[in-house]
């Protein structure tokens, strides 16, 4: 049987003794969800913060106010600052973030309905990558948290 992501992710992050903060935003806490299923996750995992409001991105994540204002909350601008912010409110090595527009309503020009950035933020490294799902909300919100863990993966594999 092949092991889950998030158990593959936790051990690459036991054998490379680095701590994992994530900012949640459109997964609704699914990746720390996740990520926590694993038992002994508490080895590396110091916590989350899901941000929906832009008042909560701004004041727990530290995203700044003319970001969310110049570019929206669904922009790798925000989706990066997230990420960044996860990591130094909690301490941890590296933040991964997801922020999008998980449906059904929401969409506007330009930004889809199942658009999403996914941030990883660590010391020597940053990446934002830009999804967009065709699915209900529940499958935007399953296939977002995948993807953020798919690439802490390939970060924590030397591929990132």
Not at 7 to 35: F, M, N, P, Y
Not at 63 to 74: D, I, P, Q, R
Not at 105 to 122: D, E, H, R, T
Request: proline share 3%; net charge negative; aromatic share 6%.
């Amino acid at each position: 049987m092949t092991d889950k992501l998030e158990e593959v992710v936790g051990r690459l992050l036991i054998d490379k003794k680095l701590t994992l903060a994530l900012g949640e935003s459109c997964t609704g806490g699914l990746i720390g969800h996740q990520i926590t299923n694993v038992p002994g996750s508490s080895e590396y995992f110091l916590g989350g913060v899901i941000a929906y409001a832009y008042e909560a991105k701004e004041r727990l994540l530290e995203v700044k106010h003319n970001t969310l204002y110049e570019h929206g909350a669904v922009s790798p601008e925000t989706a990066i600052e997230m990420a960044r912010g996860a990591r130094r409110a909690l301490g941890a090595d590296i933040g991964v973030s997801a922020t999008g527009i998980a449906g059904p309503g929401g969409g506007m020009p330009g930004k889809p309905v199942g658009l999403v950035y996914i941030a990883l933020s660590a010391r020597d490294f940053e990446r934002v990558e830009r999804f967009v799902w065709d699915n209900d909300r529940e499958g935007n919100k399953a296939l977002s948290a995948e993807a953020a863990l798919r690439m802490l993966q390939e970060y924590l594999s030397g591929h990132g």
